[in-house]
């Protein structure tokens, strides 16, 4: 098997694992019905994956991977640092809306999985926190907000960002997610002594 052909299939088995993963639950989830799933044998799947765990960890790191490029691509876009907090916030919820197993994957399975997804979760729920952290911290130097304890701020953002994304990908039928940006938008910049009425372009 050459090395695209290669990379093609190992991608299929990924697709295939996300939806039966965010279908089943993790430890529901067989390799058998994954083979199905990719429509390649059990053996196929072992050939590219060791364990049902390691595949689930390479998924999350393809989602997160995915995730981090989207939001750096909308904060470099965006004209300062506080509409790159806003540009973050509004990729990350446009994201989820947009694949909604990718929210049950991040938020809800692999909270339910062993110990080794469980450090990697939190190592990306760090990273990600880290980010909006970054964002905080160029606003305050820029002047744009006052001094505040941005890894705090940071760490409370993150935390209401992931009750609302947990919450929408539990419910039957969701509401949007996209609606859900304008108030957590005036929360946020609320919280940091910002006019919430202040032009936007997001989501």
Not at 19 to 48: M, N, P
Not at 144 to 165: R, S
């Amino acid at each position: 098997m050459n090395q695209v052909r290669a990379r093609d299939r190992r991608d299929g088995i990924l697709d295939a694992a996300l939806r039966v993963f965010a279908r089943a639950g993790y430890h529901l989830a067989s390799v058998d019905e994954i083979a199905r799933e990719a429509r390649t044998s059990k053996g196929g799947i072992y050939f590219h994956f060791p364990s049902k765990e390691r595949l689930f960890l390479l998924l999350l790191d393809r989602a997160a991977a995915q995730l981090r490029a989207r939001v750096e691509t909308a904060i470099a876009a965006a004209p300062d640092p506080v509409a790159k907090i806003e540009a973050a916030l509004g990729a990350v919820l446009d994201a989820f809306a947009s694949h909604r197993d990718l929210a049950r994957l991040f938020l809800v399975e692999g909270v339910a999985a062993g110990q080794p997804i469980r450090q990697r979760l939190r190592a990306l729920h760090d990273e990600f926190t880290s980010l909006i952290r970054d964002q905080l911290d160029d606003a305050v130097a820029a002047g744009a907000i006052a001094p505040i304890d941005t890894a705090l701020v940071a760490q409370a953002w993150f935390g209401a960002l992931n009750e609302v994304v947990t919450a929408w990908s539990h419910a039957e039928p969701p509401a949007s997610l996209r609606e859900a940006y304008w108030t957590l938008r005036r929360l946020f910049l609320r919280g940091v002594g910002l006019d919430p009425e202040r032009s936007s372009e997001q989501p």
